[in-house]
């Protein structure tokens, strides 16, 4: 199936499944992707666009996530609202995950996607991809690209997933797209709201922030920097001189608590402890 087929299929809300693009060929990587450095993804410029776009990443062995912390707040995507807060089918989705990628919530990497998309069709690719790296130690270029019916909508219609092995090895791609639908829902993707779309669109409802309690304030919950070679964890707040010249790809991001960590028999740096 083409990408233009997706996009214009008229009975989208029922295709639940992952569907393969281009005989599974990626039709997006640029020269530009090709150059884009191990440990540093590069994110679309959401504010600058108006909403969420794409994010182009390395993964590799020394990406994917040590350590995730389940109480990681994430901070709201662009375009979040009162109306898709309180529709309680939206997640606030990563574009690229934090277990390929090992990248704090940044607000650029995280668009507007149903719990459905996220926890099923999405995460399926996403465990592909992490299943290859970790018991193939394969290296992949991989993107991730929202796809909007309208240049107004602030809810990506679906996403399309793009991998492409790019180590010494036989060569692996990967070229899906998932609908991002929610099963007994007719979602509006101009504001999120289950109001059916009017043909003429109305005016664009104001963002409204959330407020929600943060770990933040709780002392013991921190930003660390994961040195992957020697299994340390750096306070970000120091920015510690034993990391400061160290390559991005061996840099992992995270929250957690302390106790967290040490159970995992990874070491606090003594300088950043100081």
Known sequence: MTIEQVMNNKNFDK??????????????????DYEVIEGIPRYTDSKKEGRSGSATAIISPNTLAIYTSANIEYPEPINWSKTIQEMKIYNKCHIIAYSLSAKKANPVNLFIGTDYLNKKTMKKIEKEIYDYVKDYKRTFLYKVTLKYKYKEDVVPIGILIEAETIDSSEKIYICRFCYNIQEGTKINYYDGSDIPIEESYGKRITKIKTTRQSNEKNNKYKEYDINVKT??????????????????KYIQETKAYEKEILSKEFKLCKKCIL
């Open 15 to 32: 295709e639940l499944g992952i569907i393969v693009i281009n005989n599974n060929r990626p039709i997006t990587f640029t020269k530009e």
């Open 231 to 248: 299994k340390t964890f750096h306070l970000s707040s120091k920015e510690c001189s034993a990391i400061k010249n160290l390559e991005p």
